[in-house]
């Protein structure tokens, strides 16, 4: 192998390494983005984190499409949970890229304030795995996933799915 050919390979590797490292800067980044979104209300900017037919697969029943997600944020549930102090904190996720598409699995707290004694407490604990994939304007939730961890094993079994081996 030539000195050239070495080089042109090990460059054509930090290429790919780079890439990688952005793609899981920009989906940790995106996940981020969820809780500011919907803690503020902001329907068009927790909205614009999912592809267009997009699903958010939660209780009672999945949403699909950017739209409605936007409709959940400004739905009279979620105005009222925001309303009287509320955080939806997401843990670090681990993230897996595979060319155009990714899997992020992690948690996520709804925590929630009580006007009554003044103190916050956790209201749900979930595991999440969210798909991505790769749009002209970045990184986008193909489907986000998430199931309490209430003991149910499909809660243990998402977080499973999407780790590499």
Not at 12 to 38: C, F, H, N, S
Request: overall charge negative.
């Amino acid at each position: 192998m030539s000195f050239q050919s070495s080089e042109h390979d090990e460059l054509a590797q930090l290429r790919a390494r780079l890439r990688e490292l952005e793609d899981r800067a920009a989906i940790t980044q995106l996940v981020a983005e969820y809780g500011p979104a919907v803690d503020s209300g902001d329907a068009a900017a927790a909205a614009a984190l999912w592809t267009d037919d997009g699903c958010y697969e939660t209780d009672p029943s999945p949403l699909i499409g950017a739209r409605a997600i936007a409709d959940m944020v400004d739905g009279p549930l979620h105005q009222a949970i925001i309303g009287g102090g509320a955080g939806h904190i997401l843990g670090p996720v681990a993230v897996t890229v595979s060319g155009d598409t990714a899997v992020a699995v992690g948690y996520s707290l709804l925590v929630r304030y009580s006007a009554e004694d003044g103190a916050f407490s956790v209201f749900r604990c979930s595991a999440n795995r969210w798909e991505l994939a790769r749009a002209d304007e970045g990184w986008k939730v193909v489907s986000r996933r998430n199931a309490l961890l209430d003991g149910n094993p499909s809660a243990r079994n998402l977080l499973r799915t999407g780790r590499p081996a």
